[in-house]
């Protein structure tokens, strides 16, 4: 089993499934670069924006203008034995996100 899942395109964000391992390629934040195995996973979490969440129960908030950086918070957290990676989700597909998340914490050991 060989599967990659492309996240974002640019910068390039994909997430190789293999047997026993993953591998992450992160442009964005290289230091989360690298290969792993699924028995070092402890726990994969999508974590939303506050923001984004709050004003998604609010619908009058929408018409007001925010500052960039606070519309997407958007994270994958992923928990390794050995450190803790947090992958930024800006312009990603969430879909997928959630799909990979799922994949990922019905791998670990």
Request: hydrophobic share 40%; aromatic share 12%; net charge positive.
């Amino acid at each position: 089993m060989n599967e990659t899942i492309t996240l974002r395109n640019s910068p390039k964000l994909d997430i190789n499934l293999q047997k026993d391992m993953f591998e992450i390629v992160d442009q964005l934040t290289p230091k989360n670069n690298g290969s792993y195995t699924y028995g070092s996973l402890k726990s994969v979490q999508l974590n939303k924006g506050w923001l984004f969440s709050l004003l998604s129960y609010i619908p009058f908030f929408w018409t007001v203008p925010f500052e960039p950086g606070f519309r997407n918070r958007n994270h994958l957290h992923i928990k390794l034995a050995e450190k803790n990676l947090r992958i930024w989700l800006m312009g990603s597909d969430m879909n997928k996100a959630a799909s990979l998340k799922q994949e990922l914490n019905s791998k670990k050991v």
